[in-house]
């Protein structure tokens, strides 16, 4: 786990079938205020948040099936503290 003052490179996944968290990969960039928005394919969308450079343009995707984050197109803009809302269209 890296931590750059509270970012964070650490993933958690929580099922609620158990109740249990289980840690997984860790985050390509130590972020933290950023969004995370659960995609119809199954994988998480992460965008955003505050890290060691100040607001990130940054985005990745976790693959629950291969416990892995790969990153995604950048944000035209840094942010933190945002919202993010899935539309119909995915």
Known sequence: MKNNSSSLTSAELYDPATPRWSTAA???AARYS?????LPTG???V?????SSGYLVS???YNPVT???TLA???ATGRRAH???LLPSG
């Open 73 to 75: 197109d950048n944000l």
């Open 26 to 28: 860790s985050l390509v």
């Open 83 to 85: 919202t993010a809302t």
């Open 59 to 61: 985005a990745e995707l």
């Open 67 to 69: 416990n892995t984050w």
């Open 34 to 38: 950023h969004t995370a928005t659960l």
């Open 47 to 51: 965008a955003g948040g505050w890290g």
């Open 43 to 45: 994988q998480v969308l």
